[in-house]
Nanobody
Framework: QVQLVESGGGLVQPGGSLRLSCTAS????????LEWYRQVSGKQREWVASINTINNTNYEDSLRGRFTISRDNGKRSVYLQMNDLKPEDTAIYYCSALRLHFGEHQTYWGQGTQVIVSS
């Protein structure tokens, strides 16, 4: 079982920036495909960004250019740098780690960190 712990959320004004962090307990962290999702109360969780084991990244189209995902395998962490934040970015942000391990799909989620963009 892998534990994921997000941090870095908070209240920020429109146009501001936040950097979310997610640290994993997995010793073989480098083998995981990592993703960020977000969820607004009452709505479905939506995919934000992903990064694979060789640092290829992908983003939801509307967030590309403002959000940047990165990873540091030595720190067993994945990050989401969010710039030029807008009120519609307000959500709970979750990180996810997944891999196919000896034929078994393994997926783990963090508990989420709240981001509020408001003046």
């Amino acid at each position: 079982q892998v534990q994921l712990v997000e941090s870095g959320g908070g209240l920020v004004q429109p146009g501001g920036s936040l950097r979310l962090s997610c640290t994993a307990s997995a010793s073989d962290f480098s083998t995981y495909y990592l993703e960020w999702y977000r969820q607004v109360s009452g709505k479905q969780r939506e995919w934000v960004a992903s990064i694979n084991t060789i640092n290829n990244t992908n983003y939801e189209d509307s967030l590309r250019g403002r959000f940047t995902i990165s990873r540091d395998n030595g720190k067993r962490s994945v990050y989401l740098q969010m710039n030029d934040l807008k009120p519609e970015d307000t959500a709970i942000y979750y990180c996810s780690a997944l891999r196919l391990h000896f034929g078994e799909h393994q997926t783990y989620w963090g508990q989420g960190t709240q981001v509020i963009v408001s003046s």
